[in-house]
């Protein structure tokens, strides 16, 4: 079945003890996307990368890294997680882009920063 | 003024009404997504158009690009079309990041 994976689905920690969120696709997407959601904001993009090594920041990019080694998986890394960063992130995957391709969604991870 | 506009933000009905979820935009767009968010979180694409129109089931999407305007139209509604419906346009300098509407947040009673 064709999916983006999520994990954890939810996640509660301390404020500094570093994180990471894994998403991985299994439909060899070149493009693949991390969005937080937050109540009243939306949705922000925090990072997107266009290919294996090739990243950039979105919206909201601040206190967070990505990496893209392999084509598959896009992990988000909180370095050293604040309770700003409490939110609903989804990451996302496209054949190419935004330029008229459609879009898979994982389930989603929400991550409470205490 | 927010790039992507959708109206209403909140919509109640009851079941086997017409629905109709508008979408406006202010920037050229190369394709504009209609994606519903389930009350557990998870986000599934419904349409992906260009021009003209797409129906799948009960959905009908609909976009009018002189007008940059987009409607999303759900025929015999029924509780479980219950949801966040969410626009976003693939814009043409958008450097492949998605500009997304705030949401509308729809509530079918039986």
């Known amino acids: 079945e064709a999916q983006v994976t999520q994990n954890p689905r939810y996640l509660i920690t301390v404020t500094g003890k570093k994180l990471t969120v894994t998403c991985s696709q299994n439909?060899?997407?070149?493009?693949m996307s991390w969005y937080r959601q937050d109540p009243g904001l939306g949705l922000r993009q925090i990072y997107y990368s266009m290919n294996v090594e090739v990243t950039d920041k979105g919206d909201v990019p601040e206190g967070y890294k990505v990496s893209r080694k392999e084509k598959r998986n896009f992990p988000l890394i909180l370095e050293s997680p604040s309770p700003n960063q409490t939110s609903l992130y989804f990451c996302a995957s496209s054949p190419h882009g935004g330029q008229g391709d459609g879009y898979t969604f994982g389930s989603g991870t929400r991550l409470t920063v205490v | 003024k927010n790039e992507v506009e959708q109206s209403p933000q909140n919509l109640t009905a009851q079941e086997g009404e017409f629905i109709t979820i508008n979408c406006s935009y202010s920037v050229g767009i190369s394709a504009l997504h209609w994606l519903q968010q389930h009350p557990g979180g998870g986000i599934v694409s419904l349409f992906m158009l260009s021009s003209g129109k797409k129906k799948h089931g009960r959905l009908i999407a609909t976009i009018n690009i002189q007008e940059k305007h987009s409607s999303l139209h759900i025929t015999a509604s029924h509780p479980r079309d219950s949801a966040v419906y969410i626009c976003?346009?693939?814009?043409?300098?958008?450097?492949?990041?998605?500009?997304w509407g705030a949401g509308t947040k729809l509530i079918i009673k039986p």
């Open positions: 439909m060899n997407h070149e493009y």
């Open positions: 976003a346009v693939a814009a043409m300098d958008s450097n492949y990041q998605l500009i």
